[in-house]
C-alpha cells in the first residue's frame, strides 16, 4: 500500500491554499442558453462573468469614442424571431472618462443580457457572436469575439404565419427589467432602481434608492493591501497562540517523552531526528485541514458574513466565556476518550510514517481540554477577519509554533535537560489565558450591543470591566487569591510572575483615562467608538451623518465633497483606522475643513420603516434593516462589500478619489484625501 507521506500532504494543502488567488484567467468568460419562457416565446440569455478589477464596456457607446463596444451579431436565425431590445440584469455604470474625453459606461463582475424571440418552428437554431472590449486600471484587451451556436424546441402553431399578429399585443417590456440600449438619458443610465429596486412599500420612506446618487461608479484602484495584512496578522497571532498552547500542561509533558521515544525508537541519530520532523510535519497537516475545513464549511462568502453577525458574534461571546471558566477550573472541555483510545490503537497497529501520523492526531485528541479553548479562539478571531484563508494561514501558524520544540529538541537532545520541568507554573498559563479569554469576549458582546442598540455595553461599561478584569488578573499573578481548583494561593512570587502582574495593573491604570473620553489608540480595535460614551472630555469627534441621501443633500447644499466610509460595529480593521489613521491631527482636520462624512454601519439592525426589495445578479433581495440598505449600496454602487471601505463623491456620486481600504499609512492616506479635493474643484 502506498503511504503518503504528511510533508508531501502538507505541502500540496499549502500549494491549494496559496493558488487560489493567484489563477490567470480570461478577464471576461462569457456562457450562452436557450430558456423557454412559454410553448413558443423565450430568451437567449448571455451570461457574462468577469474579472475582478476588469469592466466591459457596455453597448450604447459611440465606436468613435475610442472604447470597443458590445455587440452582438446574428449570423443565423433558423426558425426564430427575435422580440424587441436587449434586457440587462443591471445598469452598466456611467462615468465621464478623462482619457477618451467623454462618457462613458461599462459593467463590472457578474452580469447577463437576454435577447427575448418567438419560435415559429419547432426546431430552431441560432448562430451568432458577441464582440467586447475590456479593460482594467492599468491596460486593455484586443477587441475579442464570442461564438456561439445554440438550438432548441418549441410548441407552435399549425400555422405560424398566424401567429405573426401576436407581436403588436405583446405587452412591452416593463422599466424595471428593460435597460435602453441607445440614446440613453443621462439621469436615466443613472438610475439604479430603474432596473433593480421595486419597493414593498412608498420609496419616498426609503430615502432615494431610486436616486442618480445610487448610480454604479468605477472603482479600479487596488484594495488588496488590506486582505494581505489581515492574513499576516491572523498568522503571527495564531503563531503566538501556538506557543502559549505549549505551556499548557496537556501539552508541554509530552514534548520530551515523544522526542525520547523517537530519539531511542530510531536505528540512528538521523533516523530518530527525520521521525520528529515527520511527527512535525503532520501535527501541521492536521490543522491546516482543520482551517481548510471550516472554510469548506462555511463558504469564502460566508465568512464576511459572520464577521459582521450580531447573532454570531453572540454566540463567539458566549463560547470565549465557556472557555474562560474552563481554564479557570471549573470544568474541562475534553473529546471523547473513545476517539483517542482509537487513533491510539491505530498508530499501534500501523507501522512506518502513517504510524507517525496517527501518533500526531492522538496528541491532538489529547490535549483538546487544554489546546481546545485556545483553538476556539482562534479560530473565532479568524473566521471573523472574514478572509477566505483566515482559518487556513490562522491553523498553519498556530500548529507551526506547536511543531517547532518537537523538531528542536530532535536536533538538540541536550538542551532537553535545560527545559523548564512541568509544575503548578502551567496551571498559571492556564488561568492567565483564562482573565485573556474573558477580556476578549466582550468585544464580541459589544458587537451585538452596537448593531441592536441595546447600550448594555457602552464604551465606559466596557472599559470598567476590561480594568476590573486587569487588575484581577494583576492581583492573581501577585499570588494574592487561587481558584478553589488550583489549590491555595502562593504568595511566593517569582521574578517573571512579578513583571507580568506588572504589565497587567499597569494596563489597567492606562484604561482609567479611557472613562474620560481619552482616545486610547493602543485598544482602539477592541473598545466601543467614542460616540457610545455618555461622558466624554475629548472634543474631536467630527460630524457624522448616518444617512447617506442625507448627506449628499448637506454636501450640495454646503457645495462640499462627500466623504463615505463604509463601516461596521464588528469591524476590528475600521477601528484600527479611526484610532491610528483618522484621529491623527492633520487628517482630522483635512476632513473636518473639506468633507461632509457620512458613516455607514453595513451591520446596523435597526429596521427601515419598510422592507425593500432588490434584484441583484439575478435574484431578488429584500433590504429590512438599514445595514443591509448600506451593505446594498456599497456592493451595487461600488462593487464591493469588504470593510473598512472609503471613497471620496461629488455631490452627483461620482467618484472623486479611492476606493482607499485598511491600511494605516497616514501619507497615503492624506494623498487619498487630497486628490479627492483637487478633483473635486475640478469638476
Request: glycine share 8%.
Amino acid at each position: 500500500m502506498k503511504v503518503i507521506r504528511p510533508a508531501a500532504l502538507m505541502l500540496a494543502l499549502l500549494c491549494a491554499v496559496l493558488s487560489l488567488p493567484a489563477q490567470i484567467v480570461n478577464p471576461v468568460k462569457w456562457k450562452t442558453a436557450i430558456e423557454m419562457t412559454s410553448a413558443d416565446k423565450g430568451e437567449i440569455v448571455f451570461s457574462a462573468t468577469v474579472l475582478k478589477g476588469w469592466h466591459v464596456y457596455s453597448d450604447d457607446l459611440d465606436p468613435s469614442a475610442g472604447p470597443t463596444p458590445l455587440e452582438i451579431t446574428y449570423t443565423t436565425l433558423s426558425g426564430i424571431r427575435l422580440d424587441g431590445p436587449l434586457r440587462y440584469s443591471r445598469p452598466a455604470a456611467r462615468q465621464y472618462d478623462d482619457m477618451f474625453e467623454c462618457e462613458v459606461s461599462w459593467w463590472e463582475g457578474d452580469f447577463s443580457l437576454r435577447q427575448p424571440f418567438t419560435a415559429t418552428a419547432s426546431d430552431f437554431s441560432v448562430d451568432g457572436s458577441v464582440r467586447y472590449g475590456a479593460c482594467n486600471d492599468q491596460n486593455c484587451i484586443p477587441p475579442s469575439k464570442e461564438t456561439f451556436a445554440l438550438k432548441g424546441k418549441a410548441k407552435v402553431a399549425a400555422a405560424p404565419e398566424a401567429a405573426a399578429p401576436a407581436k403588436t399585443a405583446e405587452p412591452a417590456p416593463e422599466p424595471e427589467e428593460t435597460a435602453e440600449t441607445t440614446a440613453m438619458p443621462d439621469t436615466a443610465a443613472a438610475d439604479t432602481a430603474a432596473a433593480a429596486v421595486q419597493p414593498e412599500a412608498a420609496a419616498p420612506a426609503q430615502g432615494g434608492i431610486d436616486s442618480p446618487l445610487w448610480a454604479p461608479v468605477s472603482t479600479a484602484e487596488d484594495t488588496s493591501s488590506s486582505s494581505s495584512g489581515s492574513l499576516w496578522y491572523i498568522f503571527f497571532t495564531c503563531f503566538l497562540g501556538g506557543f502559549v498552547a505549549l505551556l499548557t500542561p496537556c501539552v508541554w509533558p509530552m514534548i520530551p517523552m515523544t522526542v525520547s521515544f523517537f530519539l531511542k525508537k530510531g536505528k540512528s541519530r538521523a533516523k530518530g531526528m527525520a521521525d520528529a520532523f515527520t511527527y512535525g510535519a503532520s501535527i501541521i497537516v492536521i490543522y491546516v485541514a482543520m482551517g481548510l475545513l471550516i472554510t469548506a464549511i462555511f463558504g469564502p462568502s460566508a465568512l464576511n458574513a459572520l464577521s459582521t453577525s450580531a447573532v454570531c458574534n453572540i454566540i463567539f461571546f458566549l463560547l470565549l466565556v465557556v472557555f474562560a471558566i474552563s481554564f479557570f477550573g471549573a470544568f474541562d472541555i475534553a473529546l471523547p476518550s473513545s476517539w483517542s483510545n482509537k487513533i491510539d490503537n491505530t498508530a499501534e497497529k500501523t507501522t512506518g510514517l502513517l504510524s507517525i501520523f496517527f501518533m500526531a492526531f492522538t496528541l491532538a485528541l489529547v490535549s483538546f481540554s487544554c489546546t481546545g479553548p485556545i483553538i476556539g479562539t482562534l479560530l473565532v478571531e479568524a473566521v471573523s477577519s472574514g478572509d477566505k484563508l483566515g482559518p487556513a494561514v490562522g491553523m498553519f501558524g498556530f500548529s507551526l509554533a506547536l511543531a517547532i520544540p518537537f523538531c528542536f529538541f530532535a536536533m538538540f537532545p541536550g538542551m532537553l535537560q535545560k527545559a523548564p520541568k512541568s509544575g503548578s507554573w502551567m496551571n498559571t498559563v492556564k488561568v492567565v489565558l483564562g482573565f485573556i479569554e474573558l477580556a476578549l469576549s466582550l468585544k464580541f458582546l459589544s458587537v451585538a450591543d452596537l448593531a441592536y442598540g441595546w447600550h448594555i455595553l457602552d464604551r465606559e461599561v466596557f472599559i470598567v470591566l476590561w480594568i476590573a478584569i486587569f487588575l484581577l488578573m494583576g492581583l492573581y499573578l501577585l499570588g494574592q487569591f487561587n481558584f478553589s481548583h488550583y489549590g491555595k494561593a502562593n504568595s511566593s512570587v517569582g521574578v517573571f510572575r512579578f513583571f507580568l502582574a506588572l504589565i497587567s495593573i499597569s494596563f489597567a491604570a492606562y484604561l482609567v483615562p479611557g472613562l474620560w473620553g481619552a482616545p486610547l489608540k493602543g485598544v482602539s480595535a477592541f473598545v466601543p467608538p467614542l460616540f457610545t460614551q455618555d461622558f466624554n472630555l475629548y472634543e474631536r469627534a467630527l460630524t457624522e451623518y448616518d444617512d447617506y441621501d442625507e448627506g449628499m443633500a448637506i454636501a450640495a447644499r454646503e457645495g462640499k465633497p462627500v466623504f463615505v466610509d463604509f463601516s461596521g460595529h464588528g469591524c476590528v480593521n475600521c477601528r484600527k483606522m479611526e484610532g491610528a489613521v483618522l484621529d491623527n491631527d492633520a487628517i482630522h482636520d483635512l476632513i473636518e475643513n473639506n468633507f461632509v462624512v457620512i458613516k455607514l454601519m453595513v451591520d446596523e439592525r435597526r429596521p427601515l420603516p419598510a422592507p425593500v426589495t432588490v434584484e441583484e445578479y439575478g435574484k431578488k433581495v429584500t433590504l429590512e434593516t438599514y445595514g443591509d440598505k448600506w451593505s446594498y449600496l456599497q456592493r451595487s454602487k461600488f462593487n464591493a462589500n469588504a470593510q473598512p471601505y472609503y471613497v471620496i463623491l461629488d455631490n452627483e456620486g461620482r467618484l472623486m478619489s479611492g476606493p482607499f481600504s485598511y491600511d494605516e499609512n497616514i501619507p497615503a492616506f492624506a494623498e487619498f484625501l487630497e486628490k479627492g479635493i483637487a478633483n473635486f474643484k475640478k469638476k
